[in-house]
T-cell receptor
Framework: QKEVEQDPGPLSVPEGAIVSLNCTYS??????FMWYRQYSRKGPELLMY????GNKEDGRFTAQVDKSSKYISLFIRDSQPSDSATYLC???????????FGKGTKLSVIP | GAGVSQSPSNKVTEKGKDVELRCDPI?????LYWYRQSLGQGLEFLIY????????KSGLPSDRFSAERTGGSVSTLTIQRTQQEDSAVYLC???????????FGSGTRLTVV
């Protein structure tokens, strides 16, 4: 079983839709959960950062972590064409500088 | 600089040749990371530098891969005797400390023919 599983998509939604992106993980030591956004031919950029279980909201983006089920979600409200990118989840353990990346989900928001 | 700079942005090389990839981290960032992103795969950790400490080389896939960081700033990733399976995007990232706010460069797209 891979440490981080993420549906690669592609996922195509109309502009204004609510998008749900998800990851599952196997390592119970993970405590930090990051979401990165990667545009084509660019490096990933940090989008959201969450510690332990719970929700974190930043504008149109909400990150949710359920450690009991080892499930990570990213919700995008009122999706925009500019949100079209690949979204990577990346959990990490305490005291670890290594991130374990999912393969990423490619999202297209259609105007 | 304003961001992490990587050069070259693209590199095509013949199988068996050596290549050098360069990373200029954000000024003042003490931590530097190299990752590899292959088509359809997630990012794979290669190596980590922190200040003057010995680097963590645990992710390097073979002894053909090596990296150094001079003066705590610029880093060079060297791949000797390149193979076709080395074709990937090589990403460098830096951070101010051992935290999770990596800033990535745009990567070097390496193609081995």
């Amino acid at each position: 079983q891979k440490e981080v599983e993420q549906d690669p998509g592609p996922l195509s939604v109309p502009e204004g839709a609510i998008v749900s992106l998800n990851c599952t993980y196997s390592n119970s030591a993970f405590q930090y959960f990051m979401w990165y956004r990667q545009y084509s031919r660019k490096g990933p950029e940090l989008l959201m950062y969450t510690y332990s279980s719970g929700n974190k909201e930043d504008g149109r983006f909400t990150a949710q972590v359920d450690k009991s089920s080892k499930y990570i979600s990213l919700f995008i409200r009122d999706s925009q064409p500019s949100d079209s990118a690949t979204y990577l989840c990346a959990p990490s353990g305490a005291g670890s500088y290594q991130l374990t990346f999912g393969k990423g989900t490619k999202l297209s928001v259609i105007p | 600089g304003a961001g992490v700079s990587q050069s070259p942005s693209n590199k095509v090389t013949e199988k068996g040749k050596d290549v050098e990839l360069r990373c200029d981290p954000i000024s003042g960032h003490t931590a530097l990371y190299w990752y590899r992103q292959s088509l359809g795969q997630g990012l794979e950790f290669l190596i980590y530098f922190q200040g003057n400490s010995a680097p963590d080389k645990s992710g390097l896939p073979s002894d053909r891969f090596s990296a150094e960081r001079t003066g705590g700033s610029v880093s060079t990733l060297t791949i000797q005797r390149t193979q076709q399976e080395d074709s990937a995007v090589y990403l460098c990232a830096s951070s101010l400390t051992e935290n999770y706010g990596y800033t990535f460069g745009s990567g070097t797209r390496l193609t081995v023919v």
